[in-house]
Structure formats: C-alpha cells, structure tokens
C-alpha cells in the first residue's frame, strides 16, 4: 500500500525548534519530489516547501525561509522538516505530500500524509 | 509569487444538480512545453486533500467522470455534472508553474 506517516508534531514554546519526519512506503521514494504542505486551523492549504528526488534541490515560501529546513534520507524513505524559530502563526497540520515529478517541477501531489499537528503556544 | 483566486468561496448545492468553480491565477500557467500546470485537489471532511484533477482536465486515477476541469492561461473552472453527497468538502485549485500556491478553498455543502 502506498502511504505517508508523518510524525514529530508537538507543542512547543514560541523561538523554539521542532523536527517532523515522514515515513513513506509502498513506492520507489528516490524517484519522487516531496513537498511539505501545512494547514492552519480552520484555514486553507499552504505549501511550505520541496525538496528534489536527490535533494540536490530545495525551495521554501516566503513564510518560513531562513527558519525552516527540509531534508530526505532516501536510504531510509524518509522526509524530514527541520523547524526553527517558530511562531505561534506556524501552529497548523502539516502534511507531507508525494510529487508526481523527480525535481518537483510543476507536478501534483498524488499521495498525501495524513498530516501531524504543531502547535505553538507558551 | 502567483496568487490563485477562487469564487465562489462556498457552494450550497441540490442533489443531482451541477456546480462550477472559477479559479484565476495572477500570471498565465501555460509554460513553454505546452503544458497547463493547474491542478484540482478536494479536502472531504476531516479527511487529507485528494488530487482530482491535474494539468487542467485530466481526471487522476479512480475520479468520477461527473468531475471535469477546463480553462487556459489564467483563467480555470471545474465542474460537478450532478453533485453527490460523498462530493462535500473543500476544492482548492493549485498552480504548478513556479513552487505551488493554493486557491483560497471553495467549500460545497448539500443542501
């Protein structure tokens, strides 16, 4: 069965750091892109960053650049998002999500985690 | 960055009856190869996004032939032929042509 499980979603004090994981199975994981999307609650979705089959290539929004880091070890089919500095405005579901590309250039995400929630909050 | 606008924002629709959903980009999603990078994805109640639609009208694997996408450049519509209830939830278009931004969401309720 093709599956995302993401996990690492806590609550965490504002300035804080925060790693999220997310396992994948059920396809080849080194021939995808992998996104990072995030969903605030009640809100809509907002792509937050990607991250190419090799990891040779990274991309951020705005929203977080300079703060958050993604990262993949493709030994392990695994998808990381290294977080830092957060704000109580990142508090929201994050999901990781399959490309449906290698680079990630202008592909869907077909197959989506079912997410993990992070809360920043003193 | 590429701002996607959706209208209507919600949809309250009857059984058996169709629904549109317009989403514009701020710049053409037509690239250079030809190809449209807008997609369609529906978040049904406390469930992830699935993808719906991709490259503006190809139905992704296992959607209903009732779902049908069009439009060109800038300007794009989905298409419910006759809305089921399993079909509430909230569409969002996305644009693929440079990272990825979402539509604001259009929620569709029966009514």
């Known amino acids: 069965e093709v599956q995302l499980v993401e996990s690492g979603g806590v609550v965490v004090q504002p300035g804080g750091s925060l790693r999220l994981s997310c396992a994948a199975s059920?396809?080849?994981?080194?021939?995808?892109?992998m996104h990072w999307v995030r969903q605030a609650p009640g809100k809509g979705l907002e792509w937050v960053s990607l991250?190419?089959?090799?990891?040779?290539?990274?991309y951020y929004a705005d929203s977080v650049k300079g703060r958050f880091t993604i990262s993949r070890d493709n030994s392990k089919n695994s998808l990381y998002l290294q977080m830092n500095s957060l704000r109580a405005e990142d508090t929201a579901l994050y999901y990781c999500?399959?490309?449906?590309?290698?680079?990630?250039?202008?592909?869907?995400?077909?197959?989506w985690g079912q997410g993990t929630m992070v809360t920043v909050s003193s | 960055d590429i701002v996607m606008t959706q209208t209507p924002l919600s949809l309250s629709v009857t059984p058996g009856q169709p629904a549109s959903i317009s989403c514009k980009s701020s710049?053409?999603?037509?690239?250079?190869?030809?190809?449209?990078?807008l997609y369609w994805y529906l978040q049904k109640p406390g469930q992830s996004p699935q993808l719906l639609i991709y490259?503006?009208?190809s139905r992704f694997s296992g959607v209903p032939d009732r779902f049908s996408g069009s439009g060109s450049g800038t300007d794009f519509t989905l298409k419910i032929s006759r809305v089921e209830a399993e079909d509430v939830g909230v569409y969002y278009c996305?644009?693929?042509?440079?990272?990825?931004?979402f539509g604001q969401g259009t929620k569709v309720e029966i009514k």
């Open positions: 999500a399959k490309d449906t590309h290698d680079y990630g250039d202008y592909g869907a995400f077909d197959i």
């Open positions: 059920g396809f080849t994981f080194d021939d995808y892109a």
């Open positions: 991250i190419s089959w090799d990891g040779g290539s990274t």
């Open positions: 710049q053409s999603l037509l690239h250079s190869d030809g190809k449209t990078y």
């Open positions: 490259e503006v009208s």
């Open positions: 996305m644009q693929g042509i440079h990272l990825r931004t």
